[in-house]
């Protein structure tokens, strides 16, 4: 096991998407057949416009995130430790730019609203990824 997160970071990468595209055979919902795909799609699109797409902010496809509707996808954002449930393509934009800012300028270790995200990490857990003492 190789820890990594020192490369991640001098990289500039500050946030990270995740979105359920879960397939499964039941009588439950799952992300796949509530947009999953198309969100995914749009986040990618939306972070594209912005140039932040792989370079700040990262994407990705997931399995179940716990979240499970036939309404929507289940989309989570970290560091902020945000989660949404009920996402459709639509919704994309405006829930982008509610955490990132419309121009993609909030982006890093801060909460939507702009304050700190040192709850974000473990008590043990510096924002920089360093051990509390």
Known sequence: M????????????????L???HERESEYAACADAHGP???EAVAEWLRDRDVFWSRVQVARTS??????AEGT???IHPRG?????VRP?????LLASEFGPDATRLGLAGADGSDCSHCFPPNVTPDGGARR
């Open 82 to 86: 945000h989660w949404y449930s009920d």
């Open 74 to 76: 289940a989309v989570a």
């Open 38 to 40: 198309a969100v995914y």
């Open 90 to 94: 639509a919704d994309v934009p405006d």
């Open 2 to 17: 190789r820890d990594r997160t020192a490369e991640v970071r001098e990289r500039g990468v500050s946030d990270h998407v």
């Open 19 to 21: 979105v359920c595209t």
């Open 64 to 69: 179940c995130l716990g979240l499970c509707s």
